[in-house]
């Protein structure tokens, strides 16, 4: 019944034990199946970490809204949505972050640098996804709290709250590793809030605090991965690129072309909504409208855009 064969026993990716052909013995493999299911329940089941962690659920809904552009997947995109609401509704109390939470119950701990920034770039990338400036307005509050709380008086950050508990050294660590620092994701996430509303002073404190991890960048340049991309997204302006697209995608076959041609670029800060979906409080897409009734894109650094194009080969000749 179980024998060697060269395609195997079991189907391919089969969550439970299916066999690829009917057994001799039917009433036989269903007995051995219960006693080895009885066998493994006496058996201790390993340990698993079911909290939710804000900073790691703000990197996955940044995952998730790329992946639904890039794959078209609206599962993912619809997924992100979700994820920001739970942290929107469970861990923002009484105007600050919470760290942790678990079965719908929000934990004491409060956010550390890492949780701010993640969650809000996580924010900016669903305020991009879904041209619905409540995620902007989100992540400015997470930004406003990470600018307030956790400077250092050398424009860099700390990585607790100025009011956190106290302790022998306030922790301060800007290195990237596997994923990105407290640091880097808020330098990052203060560039692309810049980019969106054209704000001074977030834009300044990106610039300022970047300032401050020269020398790990002259020194240990792997350790500065995220922080080096943003230096280079600011160097770029960054691009930031308005696409409108016509409400009726019969009239005008070129929208999703666009749209797909601005999702490509590298580190642009991109925005995509259709013509009734303009909201005015993402000072981005003020004034952009379609051409001649026609999808349109915008490329524009700092607010200041080139004339709009409706072709993709225009707006990849200007990138």
């Given at each position: 019944?179980?024998?060697?064969?060269?395609?195997?026993t079991?189907?391919?990716?089969a969550?439970?034990?299916?066999?690829?052909a009917?057994?001799?013995?039917?009433?036989?493999?269903?007995?051995?199946q219960?006693?080895?299911?009885?066998?493994?329940?006496?058996?201790?089941?390993?340990?698993?970490?079911?909290?939710v962690?804000?900073?790691?659920?703000g990197?996955?809904?940044?995952?998730?809204?790329?992946?639904?552009?890039?794959?078209?997947?609206?599962?993912y995109?619809d997924?992100a949505?979700?994820?920001?609401?739970?942290?929107?509704?469970?861990?923002?109390?009484?105007g600050?972050l919470r760290?942790?939470?678990?079965?719908?119950?929000?934990?004491?701990?409060?956010?550390?640098?890492?949780?701010?920034?993640?969650?809000?770039?996580?924010?900016l990338?669903?305020?991009?996804?879904?041209a619905?400036?409540?995620?902007?307005?989100?992540?400015?509050?997470?930004?406003?709290?990470?600018?307030?709380r956790?400077?250092?008086?050398?424009?860099?950050?700390f990585?607790?709250?100025?009011?956190a508990?106290?302790?022998?050294?306030?922790?301060?660590?800007?290195?990237?590793?596997?994923?990105?620092s407290?640091?880097?994701?808020?330098?990052n996430a203060?560039?692309?809030?810049?980019?969106?509303?054209?704000?001074?002073?977030?834009?300044?404190?990106?610039e300022?605090?970047?300032?401050?991890?020269?020398?790990?960048?002259?020194k240990?340049?792997?350790?500065?991965?995220?922080?080096?991309?943003t230096?280079?997204?600011?160097?770029?302006g960054p691009?930031?690129?308005?696409?409108?697209?016509?409400?009726d995608?019969?009239?005008?076959?070129?929208?999703?072309?666009?749209a797909?041609?601005?999702?490509?670029?590298?580190?642009?800060?991109?925005v995509?909504?259709?013509?009734?979906?303009?909201d005015?409080a993402?000072?981005l897409?003020?004034?952009?409208g379609?051409?001649?009734?026609r999808s349109?894109?915008?490329?524009?650094?700092?607010?200041?855009?080139?004339?709009?194009?409706?072709d993709p080969e225009?707006?990849a000749a200007?990138?």
């Open positions: 019944m179980l024998g060697v064969t060269d395609t195997g079991f189907e391919d990716g969550s439970t034990l299916q066999l690829r009917a057994p001799d013995d039917a009433a036989r493999w269903l007995r051995i219960q006693k080895l299911l009885l066998a493994r329940e006496r058996r201790p089941r390993p340990a698993r970490d079911d909290k962690v804000a900073a790691w659920n990197l996955m809904i940044s995952g998730l809204v790329r992946a639904g552009q890039v794959l078209e997947e609206d599962g995109l997924a949505e979700r994820a920001g609401e739970l942290l929107w509704r469970l861990h923002w109390v009484d600050r760290r942790v939470s678990r079965d719908g119950v929000v934990g004491e701990p409060a956010g550390v640098l890492e949780d701010h920034a993640c969650v809000a770039d996580g924010f990338a669903l305020a991009q996804a879904t619905d400036a409540e995620w902007l307005q989100r992540a400015e509050r997470l930004l406003d709290v990470a600018l307030e956790f400077a250092a008086p050398d424009g860099g950050f990585d607790t709250a100025d009011d508990e106290s302790l022998v050294a306030r922790p301060r660590d800007p290195s990237d590793n596997a994923s990105p407290g640091f880097s994701a808020l330098l203060l560039t692309t809030y810049a980019a969106l509303t054209g704000s001074g002073p977030h834009r300044s404190g990106a300022t605090a970047l300032a401050t991890v020269k020398a790990l960048v002259e240990a340049p792997r350790f500065a991965g995220w922080s080096l991309a230096a280079e997204q600011m160097l770029a691009i930031e690129l308005a696409v409108v697209l016509a409400e995608p019969e009239d005008d076959d070129c929208g999703d072309e666009l797909e041609a601005a999702w490509a670029v590298p580190g642009a800060v991109c995509v909504v259709h013509e009734d979906d303009i005015p993402i000072p897409l003020e004034g952009r379609l051409v001649d009734g349109a894109a915008y490329v524009c650094r700092n607010l200041v855009c080139q004339r709009p194009v409706t225009e707006l200007l990138l």
